[in-house]
């Protein structure tokens, strides 16, 4: 059973930088589709960054201040945000496409303060 767990969240002040990372077992990360998500109360959950064969793109929220990457020896998925803004506080989660399923992490929570 693939199980996905981020860590990384907490609580951040506006301007600055977060790595989030999530840790894969027992598969490998190095040729899966994976993504971030994040969700705020009441909202859906929204595509944060993607990453797959075919390349990477981020969501015109993040694009610019965002990198995600992966380490395959690791079995570790990242996302680095920069400049931190007050509307990146959400629960941020971590997804990836395994068998044709997408398994989800339980996610970490990102708190920006002004």
């Known amino acids: 059973q693939v199980q996905l767990e981020e860590s990384g969240g907490g609580l951040v002040q506006s301007g600055g930088s977060l790595t989030l990372s999530c840790t894969v077992s027992?598969?490998?990360?190095?040729?899966?589709?994976m993504a971030w998500f994040r969700q705020t109360p009441g909202s859906q959950r929204e595509l944060v960054a993607r990453?797959?064969?075919?390349?990477?793109d981020y969501s015109d929220s993040v694009k610019g201040r965002s990198t995600i990457f992966r380490d395959a020896a690791k079995n570790m998925l990242f996302l680095q945000l920069n400049n931190l803004k007050a509307e990146d506080s959400a629960v941020y989660y971590c997804?990836?496409?395994?068998?044709?399923?997408?398994?989800w992490g339980k996610g970490t929570l990102v708190t920006i303060s002004s």
């Open positions: 997804c990836g496409k395994f068998f044709g399923n997408d398994i």
């Open positions: 990453i797959a064969d075919w390349g990477i």
């Open positions: 027992p598969r490998t990360v190095s040729t899966t589709p």
